[in-house]
């Protein structure tokens, strides 16, 4: 019998280009070096961003 | 409105930078927004006897913002009028409640040791006139859109409806110095969107027309008697001809954190999260994907790991 399950299939993901000042790069190092919301920017920005989110909008967003 | 004479001066004043002009009686000084909305500061001595300067704390006799009409005022014993505020677009909001930043302000707030910011931007802006840092005073705010709550604690909003282009015009009623900088605190609040912007400084000569508007005024408003000078003083110091306003040639500013550095990155959101951009940018809080990034990122760091001080203890960000 085939198998008729879906495939997961990875996160469908929108690239964003973001610009930063040299003294607002000094704030994202420090949270680089606090950890807790990733070890680069790239994992940073998305997981600070929706803390921002839930912190202003709610948990569920807008 | 009034026309203007020629444009004699045109400035462009780039983030990190302030700059200082004479202005003569009659001729109008114009601020530009060259990008969007976002504070400056301004500092306005007498031309030719610096000890007499704007006063925002009699200033704010006129309300906490200011608006076409309205005049700037030299400090007491003086009690002038400097200038006057000619035209603007009602989303400028020009406060003379905030207190300049400074080095100390970025210190106290973000444990920062070097940041752009307005005192030694406009130390070394009127360091062209032979001023010192401490010859400072307390700052007129254009595009700095304060609010308060009843118990007169006060809070920054910001300048989203701002647009390019808009502008202040202040014409001088008698001959004066204006110092003015792109504020240090535009990347780090509301009130420059997260980020660090240009503007432009422009002088028009006077005409007819702004010499009739200055003769109005002192009509309406003749200088007061008790207007006090040196002459009128038991107690002075110094001799007049020190306290003049002179360029020095050559002169060049030593401005830190100049320029501004930017760097830009690729970052991936989530469907999910990409549609919280979308919707924050439908209801008009943010202007594109980068600011709705931006923005969250920095005013999530304000909020939470901004350092409680007396220094920047405003509420808000
Ligand atoms: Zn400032």
Not at chain 2, 238 to 264: C, H, M, R, S, W
Request: hydrophobic residues 35%; negative net charge; contains cysteine.
């Amino acid at each position: 019998m085939a198998d008729t399950k879906e495939q997961p299939t990875a996160d469908k993901k929108v690239k964003i280009k973001v610009r930063f000042t040299h003294q607002q790069m000094v704030l994202l190092e420090r949270l680089k070096q606090e950890g807790k919301f990733g070890q680069s920017y790239e994992e940073l920005i998305p997981a600070v961003f929706r803390e921002y989110v839930k912190q202003t909008f709610g948990l569920g967003g807008l | 409105m009034a026309s203007y004479g020629k444009l004699r001066e045109d400035h462009l004043l780039e983030p990190a930078t302030g700059k200082a002009f004479p202005v003569k009686k009659g001729e109008v000084y114009r601020i530009v927004t060259e990008e969007g909305g976002q504070c400056v500061d301004c500092q306005i001595y007498n031309l030719f006897d610096y000890r007499e300067h704007m006063s925002t704390s009699i200033m704010r006799r006129q309300g906490f913002h200011l608006e076409k009409g309205d005049f700037v005022i030299s400090a007491s014993p003086r009690n002038r009028l400097m200038m006057q505020f000619l035209d603007k677009q009602d989303s400028n909001i020009i406060d003379v409640l905030v207190h300049r930043c400074s080095a100390a302000y970025f210190e106290a707030g973000w444990d920062m040791v070097s940041h752009t910011n307005c005192q030694d931007m406009l130390a070394e802006a009127i360091g062209e006139y032979g001023l010192t840092p401490d010859d400072t005073h307390a700052v007129l705010c254009p595009w700095t859109n304060t609010k308060f709550d009843n118990n007169g604690k006060f809070y920054l909003g910001n300048n989203r409806k701002v647009k390019k282009g808009d502008h202040l015009d202040i014409l001088a009623l008698m001959d004066v110095l204006v110092a003015t900088n792109v504020c240090g605190t535009n990347d780090f609040t509301s009130l420059g969107d997260y980020w660090q912007r240009p503007m432009r400084l422009q002088i028009f000569e006077a005409s007819a027309e702004t010499e009739d508007l200055v003769e109005k005024v002192f009509q309406r408003y003749p200088p007061l008697k008790t207007s006090r000078t040196p002459k009128d003083f038991h107690v002075t110091r110094g001799e007049d001809a020190d306290f003049v306003l002179k360029q020095t040639p050559g002169y060049k500013p030593q401005f830190n954190d100049y320029p501004i550095e930017i760097t830009e990155m690729e970052i991936e959101l989530s469907e999910e999260d990409y549609e919280q951009v979308k919707k924050q940018i439908a209801l008009g809080i943010r202007s594109d994907d980068e600011d709705a990034v931006r923005t969250a990122v920095i005013e999530w760091y304000c909020a939470n790991r901004r350092i409680h001080h007396p220094m920047v203890n405003y509420m808000g960000y």
